[in-house]
Protein backbone atom coordinates (compact mmCIF):
# COMPACT_ATOMS: atom_id res chain seq x y z
CA UNK A 1 0.00 0.00 0.00
CA UNK A 2 2.43 2.61 -1.27
CA UNK A 3 1.48 5.60 -3.36
CA UNK A 4 -2.33 5.54 -3.05
CA UNK A 5 -4.04 8.63 -4.75
CA UNK A 6 -7.58 9.98 -4.44
CA UNK A 7 -8.42 7.27 -6.44
CA UNK A 8 -6.79 4.18 -4.95
CA UNK A 9 -7.18 4.56 -0.87
CA UNK A 10 -10.67 3.99 -0.60
CA UNK A 11 -10.06 0.44 -1.29
CA UNK A 12 -6.68 0.30 0.45
CA UNK A 13 -8.16 1.17 3.67
CA UNK A 14 -11.16 -1.43 2.73
CA UNK A 15 -8.95 -3.90 2.25
CA UNK A 16 -7.11 -3.49 5.60
CA UNK A 17 -10.04 -4.65 7.35
CA UNK A 18 -10.72 -7.80 5.58
CA UNK A 19 -10.31 -9.92 8.55
CA UNK A 20 -12.54 -8.80 10.12
CA UNK A 21 -14.33 -11.70 11.90
CA UNK A 22 -18.08 -10.23 12.63
CA UNK A 23 -19.58 -9.63 9.10
CA UNK A 24 -21.79 -7.42 10.36
CA UNK A 25 -19.01 -5.01 11.70
CA UNK A 26 -17.86 -5.51 8.35
CA UNK A 27 -20.55 -4.32 6.49
CA UNK A 28 -20.93 -1.26 8.36
CA UNK A 29 -17.36 -0.40 8.50
CA UNK A 30 -17.02 -0.43 4.73
CA UNK A 31 -19.82 0.88 3.82
CA UNK A 32 -18.68 3.85 6.00
CA UNK A 33 -15.56 3.76 4.67
CA UNK A 34 -17.10 4.33 0.99
CA UNK A 35 -19.49 6.90 2.25
CA UNK A 36 -17.29 8.91 3.95
CA UNK A 37 -14.33 9.06 1.36
CA UNK A 38 -17.53 9.27 -1.11
CA UNK A 39 -18.51 12.70 0.87
CA UNK A 40 -14.66 13.99 0.81
CA UNK A 41 -14.52 13.41 -2.63
CA UNK A 42 -17.88 15.17 -3.61
CA UNK A 43 -17.38 18.32 -1.83
CA UNK A 44 -13.30 18.53 -2.07
CA UNK A 45 -13.19 19.10 1.28
CA UNK A 46 -10.24 21.31 1.97
CA UNK A 47 -7.57 21.04 4.71
CA UNK A 48 -8.68 23.84 6.13
CA UNK A 49 -12.52 22.65 6.64
CA UNK A 50 -11.07 19.26 7.68
CA UNK A 51 -9.45 20.84 10.33
CA UNK A 52 -12.69 22.62 11.42
CA UNK A 53 -14.42 19.89 11.19
CA UNK A 54 -12.26 17.63 13.59
CA UNK A 55 -12.21 20.52 15.66
CA UNK A 56 -16.48 20.80 16.31
CA UNK A 57 -16.19 16.91 16.66
CA UNK A 58 -13.99 17.33 19.28
CA UNK A 59 -15.88 20.13 20.96
CA UNK A 60 -18.88 18.04 20.44
CA UNK A 61 -17.50 15.12 22.76
CA UNK A 62 -15.81 17.42 25.48
CA UNK A 63 -19.81 18.73 26.17
CA UNK A 64 -20.34 15.62 27.11
CA UNK A 65 -20.85 14.45 30.52
CA UNK A 66 -23.03 12.10 32.71
CA UNK A 67 -26.08 14.02 32.12
CA UNK A 68 -25.25 15.83 29.32
CA UNK A 69 -24.91 13.71 25.41
CA UNK A 70 -23.83 16.42 22.93
CA UNK A 71 -23.51 13.47 20.37
CA UNK A 72 -26.81 12.60 20.71
CA UNK A 73 -28.06 16.27 20.58
CA UNK A 74 -25.92 15.96 17.05
CA UNK A 75 -27.78 12.78 15.90
CA UNK A 76 -30.86 14.38 16.79
CA UNK A 77 -30.47 17.37 14.74
CA UNK A 78 -28.90 15.42 11.46
CA UNK A 79 -31.90 13.35 11.75
CA UNK A 80 -30.14 10.08 12.48
CA UNK A 81 -31.73 9.32 15.31
CA UNK A 82 -35.09 9.59 13.79
CA UNK A 83 -33.98 7.27 10.84
CA UNK A 84 -32.77 4.80 12.87
CA UNK A 85 -35.84 4.80 14.48
CA UNK A 86 -38.24 4.85 11.83
CA UNK A 87 -35.78 1.80 10.41
CA UNK A 88 -36.14 -0.24 13.66
CA UNK A 89 -40.08 0.31 14.27
CA UNK A 90 -41.78 -0.06 11.23
CA UNK A 91 -45.24 -0.56 11.97
CA UNK A 92 -48.61 -0.47 10.23
CA UNK A 93 -50.70 3.05 10.09
CA UNK A 94 -53.13 1.77 12.74
CA UNK A 95 -50.10 0.71 15.12
CA UNK A 96 -49.19 3.61 17.62
CA UNK A 97 -45.92 4.93 16.04
CA UNK A 98 -42.79 5.87 17.58
CA UNK A 99 -40.71 8.79 18.10
CA UNK A 100 -37.09 9.66 19.60
CA UNK A 101 -36.89 8.74 23.53
CA UNK A 102 -35.13 12.20 23.95
CA UNK A 103 -32.25 12.63 27.47
CA UNK A 104 -35.36 12.70 29.93
CA UNK A 105 -36.18 9.65 30.85
CA UNK A 106 -35.25 8.04 34.35
CA UNK A 107 -35.21 4.46 35.72
CA UNK A 108 -36.07 6.25 38.98
CA UNK A 109 -39.49 7.39 38.62
CA UNK A 110 -42.31 6.65 41.06
CA UNK A 111 -44.95 3.79 40.04
CA UNK A 112 -48.28 5.48 40.79
CA UNK A 113 -51.68 4.78 41.01
CA UNK A 114 -54.60 5.03 38.68
CA UNK A 115 -55.41 9.11 38.42
CA UNK A 116 -52.47 10.08 40.63
CA UNK A 117 -51.48 13.61 40.61
CA UNK A 118 -47.70 13.64 39.37
CA UNK A 119 -47.18 17.70 38.82
CA UNK A 120 -45.43 17.48 42.21
CA UNK A 121 -47.07 20.71 43.12
CA UNK A 122 -45.53 22.74 40.12
CA UNK A 123 -47.61 25.56 38.77
CA UNK A 124 -49.62 25.54 35.26
CA UNK A 125 -52.91 24.41 33.75
CA UNK A 126 -53.90 21.22 35.19
CA UNK A 127 -54.11 18.21 32.31
CA UNK A 128 -56.19 15.10 32.77
CA UNK A 129 -55.17 12.15 30.76
CA UNK A 130 -56.88 9.28 30.07
CA UNK A 131 -55.03 6.71 28.07
CA UNK A 132 -55.99 3.08 27.26
CA UNK A 133 -53.63 0.29 25.88
CA UNK A 134 -55.09 -1.97 23.29
CA UNK A 135 -54.26 -4.72 20.80
CA UNK A 136 -54.45 -4.53 16.75
CA UNK A 137 -57.89 -5.98 16.86
CA UNK A 138 -59.34 -3.43 19.92
CA UNK A 139 -58.74 -5.68 22.77
CA UNK A 140 -57.26 -4.33 25.65
CA UNK A 141 -53.75 -4.97 27.37
CA UNK A 142 -53.83 -5.04 30.96
CA UNK A 143 -51.20 -4.92 33.17
CA UNK A 144 -48.51 -3.10 30.31
CA UNK A 145 -46.29 -0.81 32.08
CA UNK A 146 -46.53 2.85 30.87
CA UNK A 147 -43.72 5.50 31.87
CA UNK A 148 -45.06 9.08 31.10
CA UNK A 149 -42.88 11.70 31.57
CA UNK A 150 -43.18 16.00 30.46
CA UNK A 151 -41.98 19.17 30.81
CA UNK A 152 -43.50 22.03 32.99
CA UNK A 153 -45.41 25.30 32.03
CA UNK A 154 -41.64 26.83 31.25
CA UNK A 155 -40.59 24.11 29.24
CA UNK A 156 -38.59 22.23 32.39
CA UNK A 157 -38.33 18.67 33.45
CA UNK A 158 -37.94 17.72 36.99
CA UNK A 159 -34.22 17.49 36.89
CA UNK A 160 -34.09 21.12 35.75
CA UNK A 161 -36.44 22.44 37.94
CA UNK A 162 -34.48 25.01 41.10
CA UNK A 163 -35.47 23.45 44.37
CA UNK A 164 -37.41 20.52 43.30
CA UNK A 165 -35.67 17.62 44.94
CA UNK A 166 -38.65 15.37 44.34
CA UNK A 167 -39.30 13.55 41.11
CA UNK A 168 -42.49 15.56 39.23
CA UNK A 169 -44.33 15.08 36.28
CA UNK A 170 -42.92 11.53 35.52
CA UNK A 171 -44.51 8.19 36.75
CA UNK A 172 -45.03 4.46 35.85
CA UNK A 173 -48.46 3.23 35.50
CA UNK A 174 -49.91 -0.29 34.76
CA UNK A 175 -52.71 -0.72 32.79
CA UNK A 176 -56.09 -2.21 34.58
CA UNK A 177 -58.27 -5.35 33.13
CA UNK A 178 -59.53 -2.69 30.47
CA UNK A 179 -56.26 -1.43 29.49
CA UNK A 180 -56.90 1.92 30.91
CA UNK A 181 -54.34 3.90 32.70
CA UNK A 182 -54.88 8.06 33.59
CA UNK A 183 -53.58 10.50 35.74
CA UNK A 184 -52.96 14.66 36.66
CA UNK A 185 -50.57 16.69 36.10
CA UNK A 186 -50.28 20.02 34.27
CA UNK A 187 -49.66 21.37 30.73
CA UNK A 188 -46.43 20.82 28.96
CA UNK A 189 -44.56 23.51 26.89
CA UNK A 190 -42.33 23.79 24.44
CA UNK A 191 -38.80 24.50 25.39
CA UNK A 192 -35.53 25.16 23.47
CA UNK A 193 -32.91 22.27 22.79
CA UNK A 194 -29.19 23.32 24.83
CA UNK A 195 -27.44 26.17 22.36
CA UNK A 196 -24.62 26.71 24.07
CA UNK A 197 -22.13 24.05 22.95
CA UNK A 198 -21.16 22.63 19.25
CA UNK A 199 -24.60 21.47 18.25
CA UNK A 200 -26.09 25.23 19.16
CA UNK A 201 -23.28 26.77 16.30
CA UNK A 202 -24.50 24.17 14.09
CA UNK A 203 -27.96 25.35 14.57
CA UNK A 204 -27.18 29.06 14.14
CA UNK A 205 -25.38 28.33 11.07
CA UNK A 206 -28.06 27.24 9.44
CA UNK A 207 -30.92 29.21 10.91
CA UNK A 208 -32.37 26.53 12.67
CA UNK A 209 -35.12 26.90 15.61
CA UNK A 210 -33.80 25.37 18.75
CA UNK A 211 -37.52 25.37 19.74
CA UNK A 212 -39.14 21.65 20.51
CA UNK A 213 -42.77 21.77 20.38
CA UNK A 214 -44.58 20.93 23.84
CA UNK A 215 -45.21 17.10 24.11
CA UNK A 216 -45.83 14.73 26.22
CA UNK A 217 -43.54 11.34 26.28
CA UNK A 218 -45.19 8.04 26.68
CA UNK A 219 -43.49 4.23 26.94
CA UNK A 220 -45.28 1.20 26.87
CA UNK A 221 -43.89 -2.16 27.58
CA UNK A 222 -45.30 -5.75 27.87
CA UNK A 223 -44.61 -9.51 27.08
CA UNK A 224 -45.93 -10.45 23.57
CA UNK A 225 -46.10 -6.97 22.25
CA UNK A 226 -43.39 -4.31 20.49
CA UNK A 227 -42.05 -1.45 22.80
CA UNK A 228 -43.44 1.75 21.67
CA UNK A 229 -41.42 5.17 22.65
CA UNK A 230 -43.90 8.18 21.41
CA UNK A 231 -44.69 11.53 22.49
CA UNK A 232 -48.08 13.50 21.86
CA UNK A 233 -47.84 16.84 20.88
CA UNK A 234 -50.78 19.65 21.63
CA UNK A 235 -52.40 20.55 17.79
CA UNK A 236 -51.71 24.45 18.48
CA UNK A 237 -48.20 24.37 19.11
CA UNK A 238 -46.35 27.12 16.73
CA UNK A 239 -43.01 24.54 16.57
CA UNK A 240 -44.60 21.43 14.87
CA UNK A 241 -43.28 22.30 11.49
CA UNK A 242 -39.69 23.02 12.62
CA UNK A 243 -38.67 20.75 15.53
CA UNK A 244 -35.31 20.61 15.15
CA UNK A 245 -34.99 16.50 16.47
CA UNK A 246 -37.56 15.22 13.37
CA UNK A 247 -40.07 13.87 15.91
CA UNK A 248 -43.03 15.09 14.92
CA UNK A 249 -45.75 12.79 13.36
CA UNK A 250 -49.26 13.69 12.20
CA UNK A 251 -50.33 10.55 13.85
CA UNK A 252 -49.11 11.51 17.01
CA UNK A 253 -50.56 15.23 17.49
CA UNK A 254 -53.57 15.53 19.98
CA UNK A 255 -56.33 18.25 20.84
CA UNK A 256 -55.89 19.47 24.11
CA UNK A 257 -59.30 20.33 25.20
CA UNK A 258 -59.97 22.80 27.15
CA UNK A 259 -62.83 23.01 29.66
CA UNK A 260 -64.36 25.32 31.92
CA UNK A 261 -63.61 24.25 35.79
CA UNK A 262 -67.73 23.48 36.01
CA UNK A 263 -67.80 22.07 32.58
CA UNK A 264 -66.60 19.15 30.94
CA UNK A 265 -65.94 15.32 31.75
CA UNK A 266 -63.80 16.42 35.11
CA UNK A 267 -65.84 19.06 35.99
CA UNK A 268 -65.76 19.96 39.86
CA UNK A 269 -61.98 18.32 40.37
CA UNK A 270 -60.71 21.82 39.65
CA UNK A 271 -60.86 25.05 40.34
CA UNK A 272 -59.42 26.88 37.02
CA UNK A 273 -59.96 25.84 33.39
CA UNK A 274 -58.38 22.41 32.88
CA UNK A 275 -57.45 20.06 29.85
CA UNK A 276 -58.57 16.83 28.64
CA UNK A 277 -56.46 14.54 26.74
CA UNK A 278 -57.30 11.34 25.57
CA UNK A 279 -55.33 8.43 23.47
CA UNK A 280 -55.95 5.11 22.50
CA UNK A 281 -52.27 3.17 22.53
CA UNK A 282 -52.63 0.49 19.74
CA UNK A 283 -49.64 -2.11 20.21
CA UNK A 284 -48.12 -4.31 17.63
CA UNK A 285 -47.43 -7.49 18.14
CA UNK A 286 -43.76 -8.48 18.83
CA UNK A 287 -42.08 -10.27 16.04
CA UNK A 288 -40.75 -14.18 16.89
CA UNK A 289 -38.10 -16.12 15.22
Given at each position: MRDL??????????????????????EILESLVRHLHA?????????????????????????????RQE??????????????????NRRPSQATQNSVLGPYFREDRPR?????????????TPLFFEGRVVD????????????????????????????????AM???FRTDETGHFGFRSIRPSS????????????????????????????????????????????????????DPVFGVRQSLIERFDTYEADAGPCRGMTEVPYILLRRTFVLEPRVTD
Open positions: TSDTITEAVISTMRDTKDPRVAFVRDVELTEEEWARGVDFLTRTGQMCTPTFILLSDVLGVTMLVDSLSEADAADISGGLPGREGAPVAGAAVDVWHSDSDGHYDVDVPGLDEPRALYPIPGDGPVGELMSATSRSLMRPAHVHVMIETPGFQRVTTMLFPSDDPHLDT
